[in-house]
């Protein structure tokens, strides 16, 4: 079974998130977090078994509490042997800021644009 995460604060696109997930992947684990601070609180809870943590990360960059950038820098930190999970930027953002900054992150696997659709997702998943 394939475990995912969507770390997203706004409801509306988490929940199409999730949606278009299960078309694509309908035999999956889905988790939810509201904000980067709440997904590493869990990851450090079942860091002592990574392959109990999702293997694919979609991340919002702009949140409250801890926004994306946050969140990786957390991850970072954390430095969980053998857990490498495939991290998507999902953001309406199209900044070239943003874009920049992502490419600085190593753990980034790939960059989709919101809203997310049933092709794009199914290109990654």
């Known amino acids: ?25 309908p035999d999956s684990q889905i988790t939810h977090f509201k904000n980067g601070l709440e997904a590493i609180e869990f990851i450090q809870q079942h860091s002592a078994t990574p392959s109990s943590l999702p293997g694919f990360i979609l991340l919002d960059i702009n ?9 990786l820098d957390m991850l970072s930190d954390l430095k969980i042997n053998d857990y490498n999970p495939a991290i998507y930027i999902s953001s309406s953002s199209q900044d070239a800021e943003d874009i920049a900054m992502a490419k600085q992150y ?3 696997t790939g ?9 794009k997702l199914a290109d990654v998943l």
């Not at 999730?18 to 078309?23: A, E, F, N, S, V």
């Not at 949140?63 to 969140?71: E, K, R």
């Not at 960059?111 to 092709?119: R, V």
């Open 63 to 71: 949140m409250p509490v801890a926004n994306g950038w946050d969140f």
């Open 111 to 119: 960059f989709l644009p919101k809203p997310l659709t049933l092709n």
């Open 106 to 108: 190593a753990s980034i």
């Open 1 to 25: 079974m394939m475990k995912l995460c969507v770390i997203d604060d706004e409801w509306i696109c988490s929940f199409l998130a999730q949606k278009l997930i299960q078309k694509v992947v």
